[in-house]
């Protein structure tokens, strides 16, 4: 967090800003993804592939980009080990990259644990929290109670950027907000002498 978070009030900040940003996109995406593996109309590789490209437009920092899309790989090798009748390889084939974009992963188990858009969006704006949150219990050594609590209160907030994010628009109409500091630092983070987690 690059000495931007300190405390507990700082990260409750964090995680508010994030919720009105990227978790917004995120969840917007997982969403998206979720729908599409529901419906299944017409082609789900071309449909998949769509909301891949547009998500990776709207995440400027190529550190990021990769970071989602590791994240996505290993989100899927899960996904095969759990359901293994899935076949998440022909629906992401067309993706760019070593895997797609963890949001549309997300999406993907949602929908085949049975979920809907809406929880996968959910699940996507509450991730967005909890890894801030967990890394400043690592880092900054703040009370894992304290930290856990600070997210139960913002529960709310999670709910209502989830409704939003769930609504079904056409792809190039999701979300486009943005982050620019935390894409500058993670970008600075690849330089770093010490690198402690993948930006």
């Not at 590789?45 to 996505?72: C, F, K, N």
């Not at 899960?78 to 070593?98: M, N, W, Y």
């Amino acid at each position: 967090m690059t000495g931007l978070v300190t405390d507990l009030a700082g990260a409750k900040d964090f995680c508010r800003t994030r919720l009105r940003t990227s978790a917004r996109v995120s969840a917007a995406f997982a969403a998206a993804s979720c729908r599409s593996f529901i419906n299944e109309r017409g082609s789900l590789p071309a449909q998949l592939t769509v909301l891949d490209t547009e998500y990776g437009a709207r995440i400027p920092s190529e550190a990021t980009r990769r970071a989602s899309r590791e994240l996505g790989r290993g989100l899927s090798r899960l996904l095969r080990s759990v359901i293994p009748e899935a076949d998440l390889a022909a629906a992401f084939s067309r993706c760019a990259g070593p895997g797609p974009h963890q949001p549309l992963v997300l999406g993907a188990g949602v929908a085949l644990a049975g979920g809907d858009p809406e929880l996968a969006a959910r699940a996507a704006a509450l991730g967005a929290c909890a890894g801030p949150a967990s890394a400043a219990v690592r880092l900054l050594g703040l009370d894992p109670l304290a930290v856990q609590a600070m997210l139960a209160r913002l529960a709310p907030e999670v709910d209502e950027t989830a409704a939003a994010a769930a609504a079904a628009v056409p792809p190039a109409w999701l979300p486009a907000d943005g982050a620019p500091a935390l894409d500058l630092l993670a970008d600075y983070h690849l330089t770093a002498e010490v690198r402690l987690f993948a930006s």
